[in-house]
């Protein structure tokens, strides 16, 4: 009887250790290759998604808008001239240093490990889904933004924060567009009324002054029909150097 269960007891440690050591291997072999995935990805990745197309979270308000735009816009291409078309639609990565600096060069591992915080929510609709459309002259920049549910603050609203996240982002986005590098030095919102969660709303972006290192801009945010505002703020934006964005 004592030598059975004495058996049994070596069996069963056995097994345990046994099992325990293989799940060590296969949890660190996954975590390994997803680590290694993740880092990857980015740097191999030959097209990275384009954050701006639609997805199938996306509203009919969302579509309808999107389509409206595009309509009247083309696809910024590098080294290729617009058409004369009013509006040219802005792609947008979850790694946003390319776009953030002007156009200087950085390796692709120092751009891989920049990632935009509103597109780095995984699962499509539940934060932020917007695209931007900038005109020719870069005096003006119009997102479509539609609320996910992640974003809630008062009940079934937006919170202040996410609307000030987004605000930043286009109005940094517009900045950027004219003198980027540059970083926000100062925001200044009036939240009028309550956005619904879900819901589509309009956001524009007008460039106010340039002056030296500064630059001014104003934002609101309307329903999509125009006929109620939402939010209203001013932007200053600084010029910086790429060293400083880097370093914080
Ligand atoms: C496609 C990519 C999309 C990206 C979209 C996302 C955009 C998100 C942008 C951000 O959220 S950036 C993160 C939040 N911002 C920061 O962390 C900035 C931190 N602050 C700083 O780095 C410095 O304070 C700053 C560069 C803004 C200013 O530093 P300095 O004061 O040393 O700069 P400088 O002396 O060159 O000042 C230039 C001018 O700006 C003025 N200035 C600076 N800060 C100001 C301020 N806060 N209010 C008013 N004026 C200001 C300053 O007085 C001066 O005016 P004048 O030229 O007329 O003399």
């Given amino acids: 009887m004592a030598q059975s269960l004495g058996r049994l007891f070596t069996l069963l440690s056995f097994r ?3 099992l325990s050591r293989q ?9 390994l ?4 995935m993740m880092r990857a990805v980015p740097i191999l990745s030959p097209k990275p998604r384009d954050f701006s197309l639609p997805n199938p979270s ?3 308000e969302m579509m309808r808008l999107y389509n ?4 009247q816009s083309e696809v910024e291409t590098e080294g290729e001239e617009e058409q004369g078309s009013q509006w040219t639609r802005l792609p947008s990565y979850n790694r946003s240093l390319k776009y953030a600096i002007g156009g200087v060069y950085l390796s692709k591992i120092i751009q891989s490990k920049a990632r ?5 929510i995984k699962h499509p609709g539940a934060g932020f889904e917007y695209v931007v459309f900038f005109t020719k ?4 920049c119009v997102c479509i933004f539609q609320a996910g549910h992640l974003l809630e603050g008062p009940p079934g609203h937006v919170h202040g924060g996410a609307i000030a996240t987004i605000i930043d982002t286009v109005t940094g986005t517009h900045a950027s ?3 980027a590098p540059v970083v926000t030095a100062n925001l200044n919102i009036n939240y009028r009324s309550p956005i619904p969660l879900g819901s589509t709303v309009l956001i524009e972006s007008t460039l106010d002054e340039q002056e030296g290192k500064k630059t001014f801009i104003s934002c609101k945010i309307t329903s999509t029909d125009g006929s109620k505002l939402h939010t209203e703020a001013t932007a200053l934006f600084v010029s910086v150097s790429v060293s400083h964005l880097l370093r914080g």
């Fill in 16 to 18: 345990k250790t046994h």
């Fill in 177 to 179: 567009l004219l003198c």
């Fill in 33 to 36: 290759k997803r680590t290694l």
């Fill in 116 to 120: 935009l915080f509103t597109r780095n």
């Fill in 137 to 140: 002259d870069k005096q003006r």
């Fill in 23 to 31: 799940c060590v291997q296969v949890l660190s072999g996954t975590t």
């Fill in 68 to 71: 409206y735009y595009s309509s």
């Fill in 58 to 60: 996306w509203g009919e």
